[in-house]
């Protein structure tokens, strides 16, 4: 019973090669997040968005970008990789009340390889 | 800004052994405090949140507000608790969840 399910699990692209990792949730969640994770290192919070609304973090690249086509879907696009991308990106999806702290599902992340 | 700090990096206790990951929160409003955590080759998954005061798998984690923490304890350690565990604080008012560094427990035989 995947609720977040994210395609394809393991991705290699070429130096400077655009690449698009993929989304999607059976949750109905108002909210979907995009983290980068690093071995060994806590998972960064990339962008999010809240229905439509898009949520840059400061310190995101400009090479990363999103797109939520609707509620079940969400890309991460990343226009031109360099070697320093190659990480597990993660998914993750909550209900998103406002005023309220509601857990947060996450997929089972993609593992991007830079070659 | 919410922030929590997880002093230890790694932990490691021999099965049977009591462990306890520590976490310790450094902003105002209600400390509505998460605990995730990352088993081998699993998806980060919740383990315990602080407003259900619930007991999972044998942990618990109780909010100190003087200390400002939110330690994660379990009294006999067993050999599947070996995973990264994160604390977190709350994702509202901007849903953004911020973890912690994480600790890497490592339970022995």
């Known amino acids: 019973d995947a609720m977040v399910i994210q395609n394809p699990r393991y991705q290699v692209t070429q130096f400077g090669k655009p690449v698009t990792l993929s989304c999607s949730q059976t949750?109905?969640?108002?909210?979907m997040y995009w983290y980068q994770q690093k071995s060994s290192q806590a998972p960064k919070l990339l962008f999010h968005?809240?229905?439509?609304?898009?949520?840059n973090e400061a310190d995101t690249p400009d090479n990363f970008q999103s797109r939520r086509p609707n509620t079940s879907f969400c890309f991460l696009d990343i226009r031109s990789p360099g070697l320093g991308d190659a990480a597990m990106y993660l998914c993750?999806?909550?209900?998103?009340?406002?005023?309220?702290?509601?857990?947060?599902?996450f997929g089972p992340g993609t593992r991007l390889t830079v070659t | 800004a919410q922030r929590v700090t997880q002093p230890e990096k790694l932990l490691s206790v021999f099965k049977g052994a009591p462990v306890e990951l520590k976490c310790n929160y450094s902003?105002?409003?209600?400390?509505?405090l998460f605990w995730y955590v990352q088993y081998s080759r699993q998806r980060l998954q919740l383990l315990l949140r602080?407003?259900s005061r619930e007991s999972i798998k044998g942990f618990t984690a109780d909010l100190n507000k003087g200390e400002t923490s939110f330690h994660l304890k379990k009294p006999f350690a067993q050999e599947e608790d070996s995973a990264m565990y994160y604390c977190?604080?709350?994702?509202?008012?901007?849903?953004?969840?911020?973890f912690g560094a994480g600790t890497t427990v490592t339970v022995r035989a």
């Open positions: 993750a999806t909550s209900r998103g009340a406002r005023g309220s702290a509601y857990e947060q599902y």
């Open positions: 977190a604080p709350p994702p509202a008012p901007d849903y953004k969840l911020s």
């Open positions: 968005y809240y229905d439509k609304d898009f949520n």
């Open positions: 902003y105002s409003g209600s400390p509505e």
């Open positions: 949750l109905n969640h108002n909210v």
């Open positions: 602080h407003i």
